[in-house]
Every structure is written in C-alpha cells, then in structure tokens.
T-cell receptor, first 112, second 113 residues
Framework: GEDVEQSLFLSVREGDSSVINCTYT??????LYWYKQEPGAGLQLLTY?????DMKQDQRLTVLLNKKDKHLSLRIADTQTGDSAIYFC????????????FGTGTRLKVLA | KAGVTQTPRYLIKTRGQQVTLSCSPI?????VSWYQQTPGQGLQFLFE???????NKGNFPGRFSGRQFSNSRSEMNVSTLELGDSALYLC????????????FGSGTRLTVV
C-alpha cells in the first residue's frame, strides 16, 4: 500500500545546512510536497515538485527527487532558529484521489 | 486575503457525545479536505469535498461524516465520541485538485474525556 517514511529527529547548528529525507512507495505519485508545522499551528506549504523534475530550488530551500529510489529530500541552507519545526513530506496519492499521504514528520531542532 | 478558518479552536467533549467542527475555506477555493492528526497515527485523510460532493473518503468508521455547503464552507461531524477520537482536526482548501498544494487551517483540538 501507500507509505511515506521519514526519520523522526534532526538536530543542526544555526547557520549549517539541514537535510531532511523521505522515502515513498507509490510509484504513481505525480506530485510531492514539503510542509512545515510549528507548535500549535496548522501545516504550511513550503514547496512541491512534480515527478518529472529532479530538482527544484526556492530561495533557501532545495528539493531533490530520485524517482528510481523513490527518495525525496529537502535541504535548508543557512538554517535559522526560526526553522525549528516539524517537517512533513507528502505525496499526492495518485492523480484523481484528491488526498495526501503524509510521512511521519521530522522534528528539526536548530541549536544557537 | 483571509486564510482557512476553523472553529472552534479547542473543544472538550464527553465519551458518547457528538461534535461538529466547522471550516471556512479561502475565498474562491472549492475543494475542502479534512485530516486527523494524532501522535500515534500521524496525519490521516478523512474526506475531501468539491462543490458539495464528496470525492474521496479515508478509512474511518461511519461515525465520521462531513458535508460541504454551497458557499464551500464545510463541517465534519463525529458521533458517539470515543477517547481515541482525541486529536487535532485539520481542514485544508484548494482551488480544485490540490495538486499545487493545499492551504491548511490552524485546526480544532478535540479532547474526549
């Protein structure tokens, strides 16, 4: 069945780069997403990538997609304390399903 | 423009009661989805509505139901509440397919005692 996995925790020093990884199983996924959740808040869309792309860059964020290995990563350059949050990857569940399959979330802690 | 608005923000109910949660999507958005977030199960899809029609439903018991009104506002209802229904319920809206991302509300925190 559909499954999306992430490591649970990541700790980095302020100013370093953070890399959050995600693997998914549904080969029909056409769109993949990264969301950020801060304490007491909903999910904020950070970026998305289409399955026909290998890489997408958006300011400090770089998304890499390896379709062969079904592996997605999010790199945050120059990580700041305000980046501390839970990061979720999600796949679109296949075109026409109108739902997301979310990963377990990675808690990023940025140390000053 | 205003974001996705969910009311109430917090709710405490007793086992066996029923509850209705409300979601007002971003103006112009016609698709509304609902998700349940718990520490144990993570984020799980409940259902999605577009133009008052349910297009997809997750694997939840029939106690969980929803509806969408002609102004795109949506409600979800949980009947005969169980302790395990305690969760953050998130609503999200998009213009149509959601393929370019959904905008989420801040959620309703439901506690069942």
């Amino acid at each position: 069945g559909e499954d999306v996995e992430q490591s649970l925790f990541l700790s980095v020093r302020e100013g370093d780069s953070s890399v959050i990884n995600c693997t998914y199983t549904d080969s029909s996924s056409t769109y993949l997403y990264w969301y950020k959740q801060e304490p007491g808040a909903g999910l904020q869309l950070l970026t998305y990538i289409f399955s026909n792309m290998d890489m997408k860059q958006d300011q400090r964020l770089t998304v890499l997609l390896n379709k062969k290995d079904k592996h997605l990563s999010l790199r945050i350059a120059d990580t700041q304390t305000g980046d501390s949050a839970i990061y979720f990857c999600a796949e679109s569940g296949g075109s026409g399903t109108y739902k997301y399959i979310f990963g377990t979330g990675t808690r990023l802690k940025v140390l000053a | 423009k205003a974001g996705v608005t969910q009311t109430p923000r917090y709710l405490i109910k007793t086992r066996g009661q029923q509850v209705t949660l409300s979601c007002s999507p971003i103006s112009g958005h016609r698709s509304v989805s609902w998700y349940q977030q718990t520490p144990g199960q993570g984020l799980q899809f409940l259902f999605e509505y577009f133009s008052e029609t349910q297009r997809n439903k997750g694997n939840f018991p029939g106690r969980f139901s929803g509806r969408q009104f002609s102004n795109s506002r949506s409600e979800m209802n949980v009947s005969t509440l169980e302790l395990g229904d305690s969760a953050l319920y998130l609503c999200a809206s998009s213009t149509g397919t959601g393929l370019y991302g959904y905008t989420f509300g801040s959620g309703t925190r439901l506690t069942v005692v």
